[in-house]
């Protein structure tokens, strides 16, 4: 016979019924075990000689002994610890997974892609490294006890990464015509923006403007020409802040070849004429207005304008401008 004597390890559920049982060769005892709420059965174990416990204990010989039966009833994990971390880039980071339940001892595991260089301790559940790659990383962080349900959490892991403009360093705008750039960023978090003068300022009429998006704009009608100089700044948090030395060029829109103009010998009475090419330079039709011409040698009687350009000059055509010197 063996005598069996059920007990519940850690005081968080009940057995029924709660006295030793005697068990006969080939018979079996039964026990009913009730976890209080927030609490499961986690395991029914124990061993007697020459049988195995179960959810019902039998014999499987006639032996005579003291068997225990130990009922353990434990709680469920839940993860306590935040649901994101941010860690530097190239910089020891550490972050500290926590869970709750009964037993209190935890396997922690993740699924997903962690960075280079960071690895998540399946004991202490301390997620630690030096990141390699700056970016934003999802995971599922799994916390156990043996006691199911598992516990899972979706978790962020950040990896600051200091700004850097990406975008060219140099633009040309057009005279009088609607001109825009778009200046370009990288980073985490998200870089923002701005301009400062560097020995000049913009030219009336372009502005900058932040989208905060990691991207700004530079656009406006300029009403000069000329060769302007300032800072492109970005900055999120994360030293250092990277600025960039912008070059932005106003030209006019259009251009002219060649630039002055030399008759020669020319025969009495007999006209002779040459020609201007008028080009457009930019991207936009021009319109063309009245054309003068100043004349630095002889009499400006002497000179007329023969055949022109039209009204408007498509962007990147060319017309010609005929001078006629009699």
């Known amino acids: 016979t063996y005598t069996v004597t059920p007990s519940v390890s850690n005081g968080h559920g009940t057995i029924s019924p709660n006295v030793a049982q005697t068990v006969n060769y080939s018979s079996t005892a039964t026990f009913t075990v009730t976890a209080n709420s927030g609490y499961s059965i986690a395991s029914i174990g124990g061993t007697c000689a020459a049988g195995t416990l179960s959810g019902s204990i039998y014999t499987t010989g006639p032996v005579t002994s003291n068997c225990a039966v130990v009922l353990n009833i434990g709680q469920a994990p839940a993860i306590t610890s935040a649901n994101h971390a941010t860690f530097p880039l190239g910089v020891l980071g550490s972050f500290a997974v926590t869970a709750s339940g009964i037993p209190a001892v935890m396997n922690f595991t993740e699924t997903g892609n962690l960075p280079s260089g960071v690895t998540l301790n399946p004991t202490s559940g301390l997620l630690s490294g030096i990141p390699a790659v700056g970016g934003t990383y999802p995971i599922t962080i799994t916390a156990s006890n043996g006691v199911?349900?598992?516990?899972?959490?979706?978790?962020?892991?950040?990896?600051?990464q200091p700004p850097i403009v990406t975008s060219l360093d140099y633009a040309t705008f057009f005279q009088g015509q609607s001109n825009s750039f778009t200046v370009t960023a990288t980073g985490i978090p998200t870089p923002t923006l701005t301009e400062s003068p560097n020995g000049g300022s913009l030219p009336a009429g372009v502005k900058f403007v932040d989208n905060h998006n990691g991207t700004g704009t530079l656009s406006g009608t300029p009403t000069v020409t000329g060769v302007f100089s300032f800072w492109i700044t970005a900055s999120n948090g994360v030293s250092p802040p990277s600025q960039q030395n912008f070059t932005l060029t106003v030209s006019a829109p259009v251009s002219l070849s060649p630039a002055s103009l030399a008759f020669g010998n020319v025969k009495d009475g007999v006209p002779a004429s040459k020609a201007v090419t008028l080009t457009n330079i930019s991207n936009t039709a021009v319109a063309i207005g009245p054309v003068t011409f100043t004349v630095t040698s002889g009499a400006k009687t002497q000179f007329t304008l023969g055949p022109g350009c039209p009204a408007s000059l498509a962007g990147g055509s060319t017309c010609s401008i005929t001078v006629i010197f009699t």
């Open 148 to 160: 199911p349900p598992n516990a899972t959490q979706s978790f962020t892991l950040t990896v600051d």
